[in-house]
């Protein structure tokens, strides 16, 4: 099965895409809406990096600026034993996978057949903050409108690649699908939790929250997906929380009904202010989804309270679209 890699999706807008990262685990899935579908391992990961080694039987491996094969287009050569960070672009990359490569300080196109996973990228994670406008991602470490590649704002997220640079580090826009060089001044910490104790349940999607999903090995008209859920109260931690979901097809219409959604119960801690991935759902017609809807139902916390919507607000809802 070809590993699926969901990059960005925001609630009530937004794409979930196909990229080329290749990472496998086991996953098993359960939901009480229709039994267990039975799992193999496959590759699910979405917003995540991942390191890989170059393996060559002799001579080198090329880092290019393009996914060709072209003498011309050489900018580095890597060899058996070096790491690269794979970065997930939007397109297809007729077999070429997009890299950085800390040994050459360089970002650009490697054969795939020739990497193989390692693990999971730990780079750390910054927010960009600006006063007005936006954060430029350049191709170049200078001040030049004509080396911008990609604008981001307030909030967005990127992971650091080197900031051995004193003004530009290179990082990867999860939002633009591409690695650049921002100014390091306009970058702080990831890590401020985030909290709203006014919320009836105080836990559910975020802002700009990420997805997984997976076809289901041996059962081509079945869709796996996991969300993003954050507990915004201040002081209580929740120890589970149930997720809905429902689907539409390409015309808008809700697959399953009115009023039948899939609900599964994720039993894991999360603290204030953090966010976690919700447990796998399995739901059925892979073939007619266009657009996933998932929101938190009930959230249980560890002094024993349970908090429930009736009916999920519209604006409690995370929406994406499965391309």
Not at 170 to 189: E, F, H, I, M, R
Not at 228 to 246: L, W
């Amino acid at each position: 099965m070809k590993n699926k890699v969901i990059n960005r999706a925001k609630p009530g807008h937004g794409k979930l895409r196909i990229g080329a990262a290749r990472v496998m685990l086991t996953v098993i899935v359960m939901t009480a809406a229709f039994g267990a579908v039975p799992q193999k391992a496959s590759a699910v990961i979405y917003n995540l990096l991942f390191t890989c080694t170059v393996k060559v039987e002799k001579g080198y491996l090329a880092l290019r600026t393009a996914p060709k094969y072209d003498k011309k287009n050489e900018i580095g050569k890597l060899y058996t034993g070096d790491t690269v960070v794979e970065c997930p672009t939007n397109r297809d990359d007729n077999g070429y996978c997009y890299v950085y490569s800390p040994k050459l300080h360089k970002h650009g196109y490697v054969n795939a057949d020739y990497i193989e996973y390692k693990g999971e990228y730990d780079g750390r994670r910054m927010s960009v903050k600006v006063e007005t406008g936006y954060l430029a991602l350049r191709n170049a470490k200078a001040f030049k409108k004509s080396n911008e590649i990609g604008k981001l704002y307030t909030g967005e997220e990127v992971i650091i690649l080197d900031d051995s640079d004193p003004d530009y580090w290179t990082v990867y826009a999860p939002t633009l699908y591409k690695t650049g060089y921002v100014n390091c001044d306009y970058l702080v910490s990831s890590l401020s939790p985030i909290t709203d104790d006014t919320r009836e349940v105080p836990v559910g999607i975020a802002k700009n929250s990420r997805g997984e999903y997976q076809q289901v090995d041996g059962y081509p008209d079945y869709l796996s997906i996991r969300i993003q859920v954050t507990n915004y109260s201040s002081y209580k931690t929740a120890r589970e929380f149930d997720v809905i979901v429902y689907a539409e097809d390409m015309w808008g219409r809700k697959i399953y009904g009115d009023n039948t959604y899939y609900r599964s119960t994720t039993v894991k801690n999360i603290k204030p202010g953090e966010t976690v991935y919700s447990d796998f759902i399995t739901i059925p017609d892979r073939s007619r989804i266009r657009k996933v809807y998932a929101a938190v139902k009930r959230a249980v916390f560890t002094d024993g309270t349970i908090r429930e919507y009736e009916d999920v607000p519209l604006d409690g809802y995370g929406r994406w679209e499965i391309e």
